[in-house]
């Protein structure tokens, strides 16, 4: 009985340390430089050069972060459903 609560302990304790801070910066830089190369051709191929850079930039940044939140709000809800 002894060895199934400290195995349960484990598990509870899974997503805590410092492998998975770096497992979950490696995912934040990878999607970061996937998610910067989408926006980036939508956003040239969409604009002219008549717009202002700076919106342009702010669009990039914006976009590409909104798409990191909405990804790990994806990925969360997918794993809450896997482990019911």
Do not use: P
Not at 16 to 42: D, H, K, P, S
Request: glycine share 8%; with cysteine.
């Amino acid at each position: 009985m002894n060895w199934w609560k400290r195995k349960r302990k484990q598990e509870m304790n899974a997503g805590v340390g410092c492998g998975y801070l770096f497992g979950l910066g490696l995912t934040i830089i990878m999607l970061l430089l996937i998610n910067g190369l989408i926006v980036r051709a939508f956003v040239m191929r969409n604009t002219d050069d008549s717009m202002d850079l700076r919106l342009i930039q702010a669009i990039q940044f914006l976009a590409t972060i909104g798409l990191i939140a909405v990804e790990f709000w994806i990925f969360d809800r997918l794993t809450r459903n896997w482990h019911r």
